[in-house]
């Protein structure tokens, strides 16, 4: 991980509260690497940067392992509970959608 990311609470890069599920982790990536992918942002360093950022942070909060051990090196914040974080966002609030790389368009939209 790059300084700047350990600078950040990988949940906050994440936009996740603590108590993330694994499809949670997994749906706030695909979301985000999305939004901030260079290939749709071409030129735009801050938006590299994030994109880096989130797939660190990914890398990190997918593994079993090594969430549990930055859970225990990076207790939450004082005033931070398990459940909350200054970005943290509902359940109800973030869509449910997976594609597979093989989906085609009808597959997405019916025909």
């Given at each position: 991980m790059t300084s700047t990311t350990t600078d950040r609470?990988?949940?906050?890069?994440?936009?996740?509260?603590?108590?993330?599920?694994?499809?949670?982790?997994?749906?706030?990536?695909?979301e985000?690497?999305?939004?901030c992918h260079p290939d749709r942002n071409p030129g735009d360093d801050q938006a590299l940067g994030r994109y880096k950022q989130i797939v660190a942070a990914y890398e990190v909060l997918s593994n079993p392992q090594k969430r549990s051990e930055y859970d225990a090196a990076h207790p939450p914040a004082a005033g931070q509970t398990e459940t909350s974080t200054a970005a943290a966002t509902s359940d109800s609030a973030r869509p449910r959608r997976r594609?597979?790389?093989?989906?085609?368009?009808?597959?997405?939209?019916?025909?």
């Open positions: 609470c990988l949940y906050e890069i994440l936009e996740l509260p603590r108590s993330a599920s694994a499809d949670d982790i997994l749906d706030a990536f695909d985000l690497a999305m939004r594609v597979s790389a093989g989906a085609s368009f009808s597959d997405l939209f019916g025909a």
